[in-house]
């Protein structure tokens, strides 16, 4: 029995992108609506990661890097994708027009919180035209997308003000607390239970977990019948070069988006969180595992002279296996065991060689890695070996779009894995078959970028508001 129980007009599960948007959305629209967001991690003045001081990592719990105010985004690289063909499903649910509609709705409030006015791949018809036709000659297809690019320093200080704006304007937020269970009884969501011992009620809840929270929201489908499918698990690394070799690119794109189907296995793989003289970064999420991600700065003092970019080969399982989050778990778990918990670094030059990068070789190797604290060691271990192959299919694809990539000095991080939930099945209202409970976000499959996360929020709580 819980020792209290609170109530609201609507409850949000999650404070990143899409629980953020959900609130800015009905507490504008509707003075005085009651809105409560429970949230596992701290709020965004509290979240500070002690590595990124000293370098040293403290295993907190919760990790300050994947929860809290604004989730994984407070210190992502911040891109927003402006293309509807870019970072989630909406166009699937709600048509392509709606989607683009409410992404333009989503970008104007991020600009309305000081997001910088400038947008990458705009203006430079004659530059892109020329990647295309380089990339048609690798067989890679070019994603055209233009980026509005918040900046890891700048993002957090957006966010800090929607956290104060959310305050100001009635929201409860309740941080330091994680939801434990669900209360659903004949297909009817009656409340969540905290860690804390306390309960929360509403007419209506929305699931706004994000990746970090993508296995545990696919337990909770399981055990109270939400129903779901299974989703899929992108695997792979985090490649860094010299500045200088995706100078092209990172100037007239910033983030140079490609799909390439590879010719051995005929899987996908594509380009990723581009980030241009940026830093390589350790991620860790519950139980201390420990995955690579990369993020980048707005201010010229915190630049770097390396671009990193991740390259994923996207896993679409089926039956009778169903635990796709799982199995990108266990790979990333041979990577920390290999690297004492640590992130596993490796020469392209001595994976192509097929022999382990040793202290000694990277000591010489003329680049440089960001992520001090990697681990020189051998990803073929790690890596199953259809996906190895795909990942330097690709590479060598890339090389020939922009020379340079397929060096020996070139760095490969591992492992980096973004898991995405079970696909939860919502309708257009992002209603599940459980009355009262609303599922959205990258947590439940429906996005996958912080752009269409954030739309993804203005549209369920435009539903709810309507009484949809």
Known sequence: ??????????????????????????????????????????????????????????????????????????????????????????????????????????????LSFGADTKVYGEGKEKEIREIRKRAVRANLQLVECPIRHLGTEEGYKIYAKMQHFLEEHGVELVFNTAVVDFDIANGQFRGCMCDNGERYEAPETVVAVGREGADWLSHMCVDHGIESVPGQVDVGVRVEVRDEVLEQLNRDLYEAKFIYYTPTFDDKVRTFCTNPSGEVSTEYYDGGLAVVNGHAYKSESLKTHNTNFALLVSKQFTRPFHEPIEYGKHIAQLSNMLSDGKILVQTYGDLKRGRRTNARRLQRNPLRPTLKDAEPGDLALVIPHRILVDLVEMIEALDIVQPGIASDETLLYGIEVKFYSNKVLVDKHFRTNIKGLRAVGDGASVTRGLQQASANGLSVARSILAGD
């Open 1 to 110: 029995m819980a020792d209290m129980v609170h109530t609201s007009d609507v409850l949000i599960i999650g404070a990143g992108p899409s629980g953020i948007f959900a609130a800015y959305e009905l507490v504008t629209k509707q003075p005085g609506i009651r809105v409560t967001i429970l949230e596992k991690g701290r709020s965004i003045e509290r979240r500070v990661c002690p590595k990124r001081k000293d370098g040293v990592c403290r295993h907190c719990n919760p990790c300050s890097i994947t929860t809290g105010f604004s989730g994984a985004g407070a210190f992502s690289d911040g891109k927003l994708s402006l293309s509807p063909d870019v970072g989630g499903n909406l166009p699937e649910i709600l048509g392509r027009d709606e989607a683009a509609s409410l992404m333009h709705d989503s970008d104007q409030i991020y």
